[in-house]
């Protein structure tokens, strides 16, 4: 019988979404970013290398990895809690003070940076081992959430303008506290549990329960940036209708465990099979890959680049949200930032759930062919044309660091996840370097020909945007050179494991039989979600496979 996650695992799951709707206090920095330039006096290269400050502490990400196994879940998370308090809070204290120097301002940035690796391992971990199963569609509803950090950070700092002196420091306040407070609050849920014998028709309806509530919750957030962007929606009813949104998934656990008390009621006896979490992820010893070894793989660099050509570089422009408005003549910046939040939340939530039906049709939509196109339409001055392509771009970028999750155990097994997936990262922080301080550099050479501090027109980033939609099309080619790679190897393996299974390559490959490709007792073997995996390599393995669960 098939492994089904309780309520105590549910439980596990809220904590993690409402961890991640407040692990991106960086997200909010375009929004204050003009304003502590001005503050502390420096140009815009140093305030890009600000910028890329929070993503430099991801290179030192893989020690989040290793602490989760030897450290409890809880205090990974609240360690990384602590840095953000530190990072941020120092600066809160200190903005004001001439004797706060940009290097430090570069190190504490730093250092909250790498606190937000250390909440997202525990978050990706309790997703991945609770969720064996559903792991892709776990790990999509956690990290969707993320994306409405900016709504959430943005909404708080309109709600309660008088929480400091200046926006700046307002945004360093929350960035520093909030994460404090969650963390100590859903502490208690941020366990690994054992999985139990159960039926899969609850856990399929309450994962498609917690999608409605999800996509209600993207459709407020998205509702409120156009509304804020109107004058029709005001900032206290957005922060109320989003904080009604996100308590409500806390019904799911609370209704499975009513639902099984009432089961134990009418059946005393049922007997419960416990399954080893460590287990459920085994898979053949040369399919893990780790540490050295993990550089000397090809896939490594082909996904390593293909990453940082489309998935870093839309953060580097998220990033630069806040220059570029502001270059524009664009007065609300908050209300961009929003957008690409909400939309970022949508491109996060919707890869697993829209997978499956690609995968029946064969076909399926380029993400960072998209991203390309949004760069190149960005060559057009049109305030309509910034609006569409920050929400093509936020959902991208949302999608594509969704499916890096998912994507890391599939190359590269689950034994050395946490470690293998901040090493991968740590892409974030080469490619937001190398395109942010390009960038700065071309905006410096457009403002210093107007012999002016700043820049504007839509000239200041017509260069910058040409050659990002460029680095997007060579990540695109990057990432079907991955593709067929992966296919490649991944049907060669399934079809040694049929053959193991006394299924002929004729009997697998025949069109008049693909119903046939696996059978119905060799999808209920000991197959791991390793070897389900397979199932990918071709869309009818995939509908044979799904109709079974």
């Known amino acids: 019988m098939s492994s089904s996650p309780s309520s105590a695992h549910w439980l596990g799951l809220v904590g993690t979404i409402w961890l991640q709707t407040i692990n991106g206090p960086n997200s909010d920095f375009p929004v204050y970013s003009s304003q502590l330039k001005e503050l502390k006096g420096i140009s815009q290269v140093q305030l890009n290398f600000l910028a890329f400050a929070s993503d430099a502490g991801k290179l030192f990400g893989w020690f989040s990895g290793v602490a989760a196994l030897y450290v409890p879940l809880p205090l990974v998370a609240f360690v990384g ?35 937000i690796c250390w909440i997202n391992t525990v978050c990706f971990l309790l997703s991945v081992k609770n969720f064996a199963s559903r792991s892709r569609v776990a790990v999509s509803l956690a990290t969707s959430y993320l994306g409405l950090s900016a709504k959430v950070y943005t909404s708080l700092a309109e709600t309660m303008p008088r929480l ?34 159960d039926s899969m028709s609850s856990t399929d309806t309450a994962f498609l329960v917690m999608f409605a509530i999800t996509l209600a919750t993207g459709a407020c957030a998205v509702v409120g940036s156009i509304g804020s962007t109107a004058s029709w929606l005001s900032s206290r009813e957005q922060m109320v209708s989003l904080s009604v ?53 090809p896939d ?24 570029i408005a502001e270059s524009r003549g664009l007065g609300r910046t908050s209300t961009l930032v929003s957008l690409s939040s909400s939309f970022g939340f949508f491109g996060r939530l919707l890869p697993s759930f829209m997978d499956y039906y690609s995968a029946k049709s064969g076909h399926s939509i380029s993400r960072t062919g998209s991203m390309a196109c949004a760069f190149f339409m960005l060559l057009n001055q049109g305030s309509v044309f910034l609006y569409a392509s920050t929400a093509i ?46 960038s700065a550099l071309l905006y410096q050479r457009e403002a210093s020909k107007r012999g002016a501090a700043t820049c504007s027109g839509a000239s200041c980033y017509q260069a910058t945007f040409a050659i990002w939609g460029a680095s997007c099309v060579v990540g695109t080619l990057l990432c079907v050179v991955l593709y067929v790679r992966s296919r490649s190897r991944l049907l060669s393996y399934f079809l040694a494991r049929c053959s193991s299974e006394g299924l002929t390559t004729a009997s697998i490959c025949d069109d008049d039989s693909k119903q046939q490709w696996m059978p119905y007792d060799c999808m209920y073997s000991s197959y791991t979600s390793r070897e389900k995996i397979i199932c990918w390599a071709h869309p009818y393995m995939y509908e044979r496979w799904s109709e079974s669960l």
Request: glycine share 8%.
């Open 245 to 297: 949104l996100l308590a409500v998934p806390i019904l799911i656990p609370v209704a499975l465990k009513m639902n099984k008390i009432g089961e134990a009621k009418r059946e005393k006896d049922d007997a419960v099979v416990v399954i080893e979490v460590t287990d459920l992820e085994t898979t053949a010893a040369e399919e893990e890959v780790g540490g050295l070894q993990l550089l000397k793989k």
């Open 393 to 438: 771009i936020g959902t991208c970028t949302g999608a594509m660091t969704s499916v890096a999750v998912s994507a890391t155990i599939e190359l590269f097994g689950a034994k050395n996840f946490a470690v293998n997936h901040n090493v991968l990262v740590s892409n974030i922080p080469v490619g937001s370097l190398c395109f942010g301080y390009f």
């Open 300 to 323: 490594f660099w082909l996904y390593f680049f293909s990453y940082m050509f489309s998935g870093t570089l839309g953060l580097v422009f998220l990033n630069n949200l806040g220059q």
């Open 81 to 115: 809690a602590c840095f953000g308090l530190v990072g941020y809070g120092v600066q809160y204290l200190l903005v004001d003070s001439p004797g706060l120097k940009f290097w430090h301002l570069f190190l504490l940035t730093a250092l909250a940076g790498n606190g």
């Open 164 to 197: 400091a002196d200046s926006k700046a420091k307002t945004y360093l306040l929350l960035n520093a506290v909030v994460p404090v407070i969650v963390t100590v609050f859903v502490a208690p849920a941020l366990r690994l549990f054992d999985l139990k014998s």
